[in-house]
Structure formats: C-alpha cells, structure tokens
T-cell receptor, first 121, second 113 residues
C-alpha cells in the first residue's frame, strides 16, 4: 500500500528541547515536503526536497531544519522549539514537484502523511 | 499576505445541493491550481487540479471552473452528499524553478442529510 508515515502522531514538549519528526514514504518518490497547518492560515510550506541531498526553504523555514540522506526519509528537526511552533505538521511526497507532472501530460500524484500534532509549552 | 484568497470560510448545504468554493490569486505566474479535501484527523488528499489552458475540468461530481482573466477559480460539488463534509483547500504553484505550493485558508463544508 502506497503511504506516507509520520512519527510521532502527537507530541507535547517544552521550549528548547530538540525534537525530530520523522517522515517516510514507500513509493520511491523524488519530491518531499513539509507543511504546517494553522487555523485561519491554511497550509504553509516549511521545506521541500527535490531528491537526496537536495533541500530548499519553503515559505516558513525559520526554526526548522531538514535532511534528506535517503530517498524514502525526510525528517523535520526543531533544534530549539518555541510555543509559536505549536501546530499540525504534514509531510507529503510525489514523483515530481506539484504541477510538473500535469505539465508533462502525466497524472499528478501527491500523498500526504496523517499529520503530527505538536504542542510546545 | 495571502497569495491565494479562499472563500467562504465555512459553508452549509443540504444533501443534493451544489456548494461552490471560490479562490482568487494575484500572481500571474501561477500555472497549476489543485484542490485538496481533508477529513478530520487526516492529511489532505489531492482531489482535482487544473492548468490555465482550460476553463473547466470535471472529475466525477467535482468540477473546477477557471477564469484566467479574472484570476479566479472555483470548486463545484454536484449532488453533494453528507460524505463530502470536509475541509477543502485550494492551492496554486508556479512552474518557474522548483515549484512550491501556496494554499488558501480552507473552507469547512457541511452537507446536511
């Protein structure tokens, strides 16, 4: 079954305590990304990765780090979490960046993980 | 600054009705406009998408209407069902460099039985 998994699903932590949210996909997708979802703001992209060792900032990268050492994994790292990083986080993957597949006449496929709800006290 | 403005914030329709969700954008470089459906406790799921070279796209009961001159696009759900109750997000991306998706703020749809 094609899927994107995230762990943990729920996390309560305290300010400054480093944490990592893992993301793994089993579809051999090149493109992976992280989003945060906040009420009234929709989803905002944090970081994305075109392939192994290729990552770039999204719209809200401050306070986050990522790595892409293996194609299937794309962990999100909060080195020193703060309360304003309390949010619902989603990882997503696709073969190509969103929109490029349809431009090439291919079917768009994009899968989101189930989400990680983070509370930083 | 919201690059994609979505309305309404919430919507209630009766079963069989046709809810319409609207989105507007400013960046004329956007060339890919997807819609996502999200059920409570789940991640978003790609529902339907359109490129600006067509004015309408249908997939089952879901239709996207696209107005390039007005820089607006909308989602219509024909013969809506209670199972369509979810939050819907529009989004947009450009094809220059590495694409990034920009999302609207979401519309919570409730279809009453």
């Amino acid at each position: 079954e094609a899927q994107v998994t995230q762990n943990p699903r729920y996390l309560i932590t305290v300010t400054g305590k480093k944490l990592t949210v893992t993301c793994s996909q089993n579809m051999n997708h090149e493109y992976m990304s992280w989003y945060r979802q906040d009420p009234g703001l929709g989803l905002r992209q944090i970081y994305y990765s075109m392939n192994v060792e290729v990552t770039d900032k999204g719209d809200v990268p401050e306070g986050y780090k990522v790595s892409r050492k293996e194609k299937r994994n794309f962990p999100l790292i909060l080195e020193s979490p703060s309360p304003n990083q309390t949010s619902l986080y989603f990882c997503a993957s696709s073969h190509l960046p969103p929109g490029l597949a349809s431009k090439l006449g291919l079917q768009e496929t994009q899968y989101f993980g189930p989400g990680t709800r983070l509370l930083v006290l | 600054q919201q690059q994609v403005k979505q309305s309404p914030q919430s919507l209630i329709v009766q079963k069989g009705g046709i809810p319409i969700i609207n989105c507007a954008y400013e960046n004329t470089a956007f060339d890919y406009f997807p819609w996502y459906q999200q059920f409570p406790g789940k991640g978003p799921a790609l529902l339907i998408a359109i490129r600006p070279d067509v004015s309408e796209k249908k997939e089952g009961r879901f239709t996207i209407s696209f107005n390039k001159s007005a820089k607006q696009f909308s989602l219509h759900i024909m013969d809506s069902q209670p199972g369509d109750s979810a939050t819907y997000f529009c989004a947009a991306s450009t094809n220059t460099g590495f694409q990034k998706l920009v999302f609207g703020t979401g519309t919570r749809l409730l279809v009453s039985p």
